[in-house]
């Protein structure tokens, strides 16, 4: 089993009477109905539908667990204050409580150790505190092989939207609930296919990947940017209809090949 502890994560608790409805009717992701030690993966949106936070959300016994970036956890706290109007919800940091990864292997699964929402291949979270540090690297490059994007490195908040970064792709958004902030416009690119740049996966054919937001060029035109790298394998935000048919996609010198993760349900457009 492998194993990462995640430094750059911080941690709020929800809990109040009223903290299951308080959420389900903001966020992204499916609330109502979670289980205890059963996570969801979401966003928190503008009004006009991009990503202003992502996070992990735990239903541990009668609270909420979100497991979101710390560079994030301060802004997201004020949001939800903003929302709560006079629900009966208390929000809190709780700066205790640690993160890690931990993947290939047989997992038990707990209050403490969570199934990661997203994809199988992806493990799990583990909150215990307990486990070996490990190295982040390994879990870069776990992440990138499975084609998960990462918020802040992937793509930008309050920058795109949730079908760009594949949540329509892996649960993060739940098309049957109701309203939710920008629920409109995501449900807009949902029937009517919108969705023009996705995060895909790239790999070189010859050499390492050049740096994380390297623009890349397809047939001399700018087709998108490059994301998480590691070594020839990494992420990158692409116009799919200029990456579909071009003979050759470039970040700078460095020639790539695009690959969808097996996972998703979209194929690249065809081009007239």
């Not at 919800?89 to 700066?95: F, G, L, N, S, Y």
């Not at 902030?181 to 995501?186: K, S, T």
């Not at 003979?247 to 457009?269: C, G, H, I, Q, Y």
Request: hydrophobic share 40%.
């Amino acid at each position: 089993m492998k194993f990462s502890h995640l430094k750059d994560r911080s941690f709020v608790q929800i809990s109040g009477d009223e903290a299951e409805s308080f959420l389900e009717n903001i966020v992204t992701c499916k609330v109502a109905g979670l289980e205890n030690g059963q996570a969801s993966f979401g966003a928190l949106l503008t009004p006009q539908g991009k990503i202003l936070f992502d996070f992990f959300l735990i239903k541990i016994s009668d609270c909420f667990l979100i497991d979101i970036k710390s560079e994030l956890c301060a802004d997201f706290i004020k949001r939800l204050t903003f929302y709560r109007l006079r629900a009966k919800v208390t929000i809190e940091e709780k700066p205790d409580i640690t993160a890690s990864a931990l993947w290939d292997g047989d997992i038990s699964f707990s209050n403490q150790c969570v199934q990661d929402p997203r994809l199988a291949t992806m493990g799990a979270r583990d909150y215990s505190g307990n486990l070996p540090t490990g190295e982040e690297a390994d879990y870069t490059a776990h992440r990138i092989s499975n084609g998960i994007a990462e918020g802040g490195t992937d793509f930008q908040y309050s920058d795109a939207y949730p079908h760009e970064v594949l949540m329509d792709q892996f649960g993060g958004v739940d098309f049957k609930k109701g309203c939710y902030v920008g629920q409109e416009v995501v449900s807009r690119m949902q029937h009517r296919g919108t969705a023009k740049k996705r995060i895909i996966k790239v790999e070189s054919v010859n050499e390492p990947l050049p740096a994380t937001g390297t623009q890349i060029l397809a047939d001399n035109k700018p087709a998108g940017f490059l994301g998480s790298v590691d070594k020839t394998q990494g992420l990158a935000m692409l116009r799919l209809d200029r990456v579909a048919n071009a003979e050759r996609l470039l970040a700078d010198s460095v020639e790539l090949t695009t690959k969808l993760p097996s996972w998703v349900n979209f194929t690249m457009p065809e081009t007239e």
